[in-house]
């Protein structure tokens, strides 16, 4: 069975759940009432993890161009890959997409990120109050966005494993 690298695989796995956490740290630090220590502790967290994920998939993208992917499964119909294609692209868009957008928000909003507060990381643009407003609105649309990808894909793969039985998810496991 061809798979994917291990390099790839990690990669993967990586990027994907510091996506998760990113995604349920960002909601807990909303819903927080008011500036705590605690809320920016968290706001700092959030986007160190955005930058993380930013990194990475940098570093993702020149691996897959370097390392092709496995072949796709003969077993499977092609409208389904052309679905994957899509689905892919889509994430590969939002995996840049979402953390540019926090990051343009954050400098909008006239907040500087410091990743893992050792390092500041340049200022894009200036402090806008009318983009800063846009901004908040584009990156939450992206995030739910990918949310629901996300969930979308894992679904598939989910599928894919128990009632396709093939071994599409088997492929990105690294046992």
Known sequence: ??????????LHWLVALLIIA??????SMVAIPGFSPTKLKYFSWHKWMGVTV???AVI?????KANRPPPPLASIPVWQH???DGMHYLLYFLIFAVPLSGYFY????GVPVVYLGLWQMPAVIAPDPELKATLKTVHYVLTMTMAAAVVAHALAALKHHFIDR???L??????
Request: charged share 20%; hydrophobic share 55%; proline share 5%.
């Open 1 to 10: 069975m061809p798979r994917y690298t291990k390099i790839a695989m990690l």
């Open 54 to 56: 930013l990194g990475l």
């Open 22 to 27: 990113t995604f349920f740290l960002g909601l």
């Open 170 to 175: 088997k492929r990105m496991l690294p046992l």
């Open 60 to 64: 993702r993208v020149l691996w897959r």
């Open 106 to 109: 954050t400098y909008a909003a």
């Open 166 to 168: 093939d071994v599409t």
């Open 82 to 84: 052309k679905i994957a």
